[in-house]
Protein backbone atom coordinates (compact mmCIF):
# COMPACT_ATOMS: atom_id res chain seq x y z
CA UNK A 1 0.00 0.00 0.00
CA UNK A 2 2.00 3.23 -1.25
CA UNK A 3 -0.61 5.80 -0.24
CA UNK A 4 0.06 9.39 -1.89
CA UNK A 5 3.04 9.07 -4.39
CA UNK A 6 4.25 12.62 -6.06
CA UNK A 7 6.89 12.47 -8.93
CA UNK A 8 9.41 13.82 -9.08
CA UNK A 9 11.02 14.62 -6.48
CA UNK A 10 13.21 17.65 -7.39
CA UNK A 11 12.98 19.71 -10.32
CA UNK A 12 14.34 22.44 -11.80
CA UNK A 13 12.52 24.82 -14.37
CA UNK A 14 13.65 27.55 -16.36
CA UNK A 15 10.94 30.95 -16.41
CA UNK A 16 8.57 30.50 -18.33
CA UNK A 17 8.80 26.21 -19.09
CA UNK A 18 6.00 23.78 -18.06
CA UNK A 19 5.63 20.75 -16.42
CA UNK A 20 3.35 18.49 -14.46
CA UNK A 21 3.61 17.11 -11.33
CA UNK A 22 2.14 14.04 -11.00
CA UNK A 23 0.46 12.73 -7.79
CA UNK A 24 -1.28 9.31 -7.67
CA UNK A 25 -3.08 7.32 -4.65
CA UNK A 26 -4.60 3.96 -3.89
CA UNK A 27 -6.54 4.16 -1.36
CA UNK A 28 -9.74 4.78 -3.34
CA UNK A 29 -10.28 8.18 -1.80
CA UNK A 30 -12.65 10.91 -3.52
CA UNK A 31 -10.99 14.05 -2.17
CA UNK A 32 -7.57 15.21 -2.90
CA UNK A 33 -6.00 18.66 -2.47
CA UNK A 34 -2.87 20.49 -4.22
CA UNK A 35 -0.86 22.69 -1.25
CA UNK A 36 2.29 24.56 -1.24
CA UNK A 37 4.32 25.06 0.98
CA UNK A 38 6.70 27.89 1.65
CA UNK A 39 8.73 29.36 4.63
CA UNK A 40 7.04 30.73 7.56
CA UNK A 41 3.65 30.71 5.35
CA UNK A 42 2.51 27.09 5.97
CA UNK A 43 0.22 25.28 3.79
CA UNK A 44 -1.71 26.77 0.84
CA UNK A 45 -4.47 25.20 -1.19
CA UNK A 46 -3.67 25.41 -4.98
CA UNK A 47 -6.45 23.26 -5.99
CA UNK A 48 -9.31 20.43 -4.80
CA UNK A 49 -11.10 17.86 -6.18
CA UNK A 50 -14.01 15.95 -4.40
CA UNK A 51 -14.02 13.07 -7.16
CA UNK A 52 -13.20 12.11 -10.65
CA UNK A 53 -13.93 15.03 -12.96
CA UNK A 54 -14.81 17.81 -10.35
CA UNK A 55 -11.97 20.16 -9.50
CA UNK A 56 -12.30 23.77 -7.64
CA UNK A 57 -9.83 27.12 -6.59
CA UNK A 58 -8.53 26.91 -3.49
CA UNK A 59 -6.85 30.04 -1.87
CA UNK A 60 -4.26 30.36 -4.75
CA UNK A 61 -4.99 28.77 -8.00
CA UNK A 62 -3.71 31.67 -10.25
CA UNK A 63 -0.62 30.03 -12.54
CA UNK A 64 -2.01 26.50 -11.68
CA UNK A 65 -4.00 24.08 -13.70
CA UNK A 66 -5.53 20.77 -12.37
CA UNK A 67 -7.50 17.79 -13.56
CA UNK A 68 -9.31 14.98 -12.18
CA UNK A 69 -9.97 12.36 -14.49
CA UNK A 70 -9.84 9.07 -12.26
CA UNK A 71 -9.97 8.72 -8.49
CA UNK A 72 -6.78 7.72 -8.13
CA UNK A 73 -4.88 10.62 -9.92
CA UNK A 74 -4.60 14.24 -9.49
CA UNK A 75 -1.98 15.93 -11.75
CA UNK A 76 -1.13 19.62 -11.23
CA UNK A 77 0.03 22.03 -14.35
CA UNK A 78 2.34 24.94 -14.37
CA UNK A 79 1.78 26.44 -17.66
CA UNK A 80 4.42 29.86 -17.60
CA UNK A 81 6.78 29.43 -14.58
CA UNK A 82 8.00 31.79 -12.66
CA UNK A 83 9.72 32.48 -9.90
CA UNK A 84 7.13 32.63 -7.35
CA UNK A 85 6.28 29.34 -7.97
CA UNK A 86 9.03 28.04 -6.19
CA UNK A 87 7.80 25.69 -3.33
CA UNK A 88 7.42 22.89 -1.90
CA UNK A 89 4.30 21.42 -3.18
CA UNK A 90 2.15 18.36 -1.49
CA UNK A 91 -0.40 16.72 -2.87
CA UNK A 92 -2.92 15.05 -0.19
CA UNK A 93 -6.14 12.90 -0.15
CA UNK A 94 -8.83 12.13 1.86
CA UNK A 95 -11.52 9.49 2.41
CA UNK A 96 -13.11 8.84 5.67
CA UNK A 97 -10.16 9.28 7.30
CA UNK A 98 -7.60 11.89 7.95
CA UNK A 99 -6.00 14.00 5.00
CA UNK A 100 -2.80 11.73 3.99
CA UNK A 101 -0.09 13.48 2.37
CA UNK A 102 3.21 12.18 -0.37
CA UNK A 103 6.27 13.54 0.55
CA UNK A 104 6.12 16.52 -1.87
CA UNK A 105 7.87 18.03 -5.18
CA UNK A 106 10.61 20.49 -4.80
CA UNK A 107 10.38 22.61 -7.42
CA UNK A 108 12.64 25.70 -7.93
CA UNK A 109 12.17 28.19 -10.88
CA UNK A 110 14.95 30.36 -11.87
CA UNK B 1 -6.45 36.47 5.14
CA UNK B 2 -5.05 34.33 7.60
CA UNK B 3 -7.38 32.38 9.14
CA UNK B 4 -5.45 30.13 11.50
CA UNK B 5 -2.24 32.06 13.30
CA UNK B 6 0.05 29.69 14.65
CA UNK B 7 2.91 30.83 17.55
CA UNK B 8 5.46 30.59 18.22
CA UNK B 9 7.50 30.92 15.00
CA UNK B 10 10.25 28.52 16.63
CA UNK B 11 10.75 26.94 19.66
CA UNK B 12 13.62 25.23 21.50
CA UNK B 13 13.48 22.97 24.73
CA UNK B 14 15.43 21.14 26.73
CA UNK B 15 14.87 17.18 26.61
CA UNK B 16 12.17 16.39 29.37
CA UNK B 17 10.62 19.79 28.97
CA UNK B 18 7.59 21.10 27.68
CA UNK B 19 6.76 22.44 24.48
CA UNK B 20 3.81 24.67 24.16
CA UNK B 21 2.76 25.61 20.93
CA UNK B 22 -0.66 28.20 20.37
CA UNK B 23 -2.99 28.65 17.63
CA UNK B 24 -5.82 31.07 17.32
CA UNK B 25 -8.81 31.16 14.68
CA UNK B 26 -11.56 33.67 13.50
CA UNK B 27 -13.90 31.41 11.46
CA UNK B 28 -16.61 29.95 14.35
CA UNK B 29 -18.10 27.76 11.86
CA UNK B 30 -14.84 25.50 12.28
CA UNK B 31 -15.30 22.46 14.35
CA UNK B 32 -12.51 20.33 13.58
CA UNK B 33 -9.04 21.03 14.42
CA UNK B 34 -6.05 18.60 13.96
CA UNK B 35 -2.32 19.29 15.03
CA UNK B 36 0.24 17.69 12.28
CA UNK B 37 3.81 16.79 12.57
CA UNK B 38 6.05 16.77 9.54
CA UNK B 39 10.18 15.95 9.35
CA UNK B 40 12.32 16.98 7.33
CA UNK B 41 12.14 15.54 3.83
CA UNK B 42 8.70 14.21 4.47
CA UNK B 43 4.91 15.08 3.99
CA UNK B 44 2.74 16.47 7.24
CA UNK B 45 1.28 13.76 9.31
CA UNK B 46 -2.04 13.66 11.24
CA UNK B 47 -0.42 14.12 15.13
CA UNK B 48 -3.71 14.48 17.30
CA UNK B 49 -7.01 15.95 16.54
CA UNK B 50 -10.03 17.82 18.60
CA UNK B 51 -13.91 18.95 18.00
CA UNK B 52 -15.29 21.52 19.94
CA UNK B 53 -17.13 19.40 22.48
CA UNK B 54 -14.16 18.90 24.53
CA UNK B 55 -12.05 21.29 26.47
CA UNK B 56 -8.85 18.71 25.82
CA UNK B 57 -7.67 15.66 24.44
CA UNK B 58 -4.71 13.60 25.26
CA UNK B 59 -2.35 10.94 23.66
CA UNK B 60 0.41 9.80 25.10
CA UNK B 61 2.90 12.74 26.08
CA UNK B 62 0.65 15.07 23.32
CA UNK B 63 -2.58 17.25 24.52
CA UNK B 64 -4.91 19.43 22.65
CA UNK B 65 -6.25 22.32 25.31
CA UNK B 66 -9.01 24.26 23.36
CA UNK B 67 -11.33 27.08 25.00
CA UNK B 68 -13.78 28.00 22.32
CA UNK B 69 -14.81 31.52 23.64
CA UNK B 70 -11.41 32.58 23.18
CA UNK B 71 -11.33 30.33 19.67
CA UNK B 72 -7.87 29.20 21.06
CA UNK B 73 -6.23 26.45 20.87
CA UNK B 74 -2.89 24.55 21.89
CA UNK B 75 -0.72 21.99 21.64
CA UNK B 76 1.61 20.45 24.57
CA UNK B 77 4.21 18.14 24.70
CA UNK B 78 5.08 16.39 27.51
CA UNK B 79 8.68 15.24 28.32
CA UNK B 80 9.96 16.43 25.18
CA UNK B 81 12.37 13.92 23.10
CA UNK B 82 15.06 15.14 20.58
CA UNK B 83 12.99 12.40 18.04
CA UNK B 84 9.80 15.30 18.88
CA UNK B 85 11.94 17.76 17.17
CA UNK B 86 10.15 18.62 13.39
CA UNK B 87 7.67 20.78 12.29
CA UNK B 88 4.19 21.19 13.84
CA UNK B 89 0.89 22.62 12.28
CA UNK B 90 -2.13 23.77 13.55
CA UNK B 91 -4.99 23.17 11.31
CA UNK B 92 -8.72 23.98 11.04
CA UNK B 93 -11.53 23.07 9.27
CA UNK B 94 -15.66 23.00 9.17
CA UNK B 95 -16.21 19.54 9.17
CA UNK B 96 -13.42 16.46 9.96
CA UNK B 97 -13.86 14.68 6.53
CA UNK B 98 -14.35 15.93 3.37
CA UNK B 99 -13.58 19.94 3.78
CA UNK B 100 -10.59 22.15 3.20
CA UNK B 101 -8.14 22.37 5.78
CA UNK B 102 -6.43 25.70 6.58
CA UNK B 103 -3.28 25.63 8.31
CA UNK B 104 -0.94 27.91 10.45
CA UNK B 105 2.48 28.49 9.62
CA UNK B 106 4.12 26.35 11.54
CA UNK B 107 6.40 25.95 14.43
CA UNK B 108 9.71 24.80 13.95
CA UNK B 109 10.23 22.86 17.28
CA UNK B 110 14.13 21.78 18.25
CA UNK B 111 14.65 19.51 21.58
CA UNK B 112 17.70 19.58 22.59
CA UNK B 113 19.62 17.06 24.21
Known amino acids: NAGVTQTPKFRILKIGQSMTLQCTQD?????MYWYRQDPGMGLKLIYY???????DKGEVPNGYNVSRSTTEDFPLRLELAAPSQTSVYFC?????????FGNGTRLTVT | QQQVKQSPQSLIVQKGGISIINCAYE??????FPWYQQFPGKGPALLIA?????SEKKEGRFTISFNKSAKQFSLHIMDSQPGDSATYFC????????????FGAGTILRVKS
Open chain 2, 50 to 54: IRPDV
Open chain 2, 27 to 32: NTAFDY
Open chain 1, 92 to 100: ASMGNSPLH
Open chain 2, 91 to 102: AASRREYGNKLV
Open chain 1, 49 to 55: SVGAGIT
Open chain 1, 27 to 31: MNHNY
